[in-house]
T-cell receptor, first 113, second 117 residues
Framework: DQQVKQNSPSLSVQEGRISILNCDYTNSMFDYFLWYKKYPAEGPTFLIS?????DKNEDGRFTVFLNKSAKHLSLHIVPSQPGDSAVYFCASPGGTSYGKLTFGQGTILTVHP | GAVVSQHPSRVICKSGTSVKIECRSLDFQATTMFWYRQFPKQSLMLMAT?????????EQGVEKDKFLINHASLTLSTLTVTSAHPEDSSFYICSARDYREGAYEQYFGPGTRLTVT
């Protein structure tokens, strides 16, 4: 089974600066990861994904880096905006049937104006 | 594309009654849908995987007789909370896979807040 862990429950950054959200995983056999953003009382919104054939994937202000040797991935948001304030979850299919996702605990990002 | 809707967005019911929540994929066909539950300040907990035309697969610890799931068509899955109790109060979220895009991306509905009094 795959486990994904987000060890930082919260992160606070200033508007315009870089936000770096981290995620660790346990099983290197399962090599596809996704990041979701969630506002209170709403469903998560898919942000960006990465597979192990890449070590970086970029989409606008969002870049995900994958360090396979360290079993670690990170989401960079540059520049951070107040509207980015939300809970961010990393997730992995983990080799499960039907593609169900295992989610990390989430990191609350607060971007101050 | 890849829009998922849920209805209702909020429901209050009395203890002992049943509540049905609908999840629809609006612009794609979803052979697989998922039902999650989120407790305050916690992560998403997968309850079950719903497959069109077959029985749902429930996660360990989830009572299948209490949380009835039906995936009647490629665009609709329903979750029925039977004989609801106050401890069933939670935020329920569905998601669907769009096989046209990405390998594993799931697109989530806006969620349903259930309050059992």
């Amino acid at each position: 089974d795959q486990q994904v862990k987000q060890n930082s429950p919260s992160l606070s950054v200033q508007e315009g600066r870089i936000s770096i959200l981290n995620c660790d995983y346990t099983n290197s056999m399962f090599d596809y990861f996704l990041w979701y953003k969630k506002y209170p009382a709403e469903g998560p919104t898919f942000l960006i994904s990465i597979s192990s054939i890449k070590d970086k994937n970029e989409d606008g202000r969002f870049t995900v880096f994958l360090n396979k040797s360290a079993k670690h991935l990170s989401l960079h948001i540059v520049p951070s905006q107040p509207g980015d304030s939300a809970v961010y979850f990393c997730a992995s299919p983990g080799g499960t049937s039907y593609g169900k996702l295992t989610f990390g605990q989430g990191t609350i990002l607060t971007v101050h104006p | 594309g890849a829009v998922v809707s849920q209805h209702p967005s909020r429901v209050i019911c009395k203890s002992g009654t049943s509540v049905k929540i609908e999840c629809r994929s609006l612009d794609f066909q979803a052979t697989t849908m998922f039902w999650y539950r989120q407790f305050p300040k916690q992560s998403l907990m997968l309850m079950a995987t719903s497959n069109e035309g077959s029985k749902a697969t429930y996660e360990q610890g989830v009572e299948k007789d209490k949380f009835l799931i039906n995936h009647a068509s490629l665009t609709l899955s329903t979750l029925t909370v039977t004989s609801a109790h106050p401890e069933d109060s939670s935020f329920y979220i569905c998601s669907a896979r769009d096989y046209r895009e990405g390998a594993y991306e799931q697109y989530f509905g806006p969620g349903t807040r259930l309050t059992v009094t």
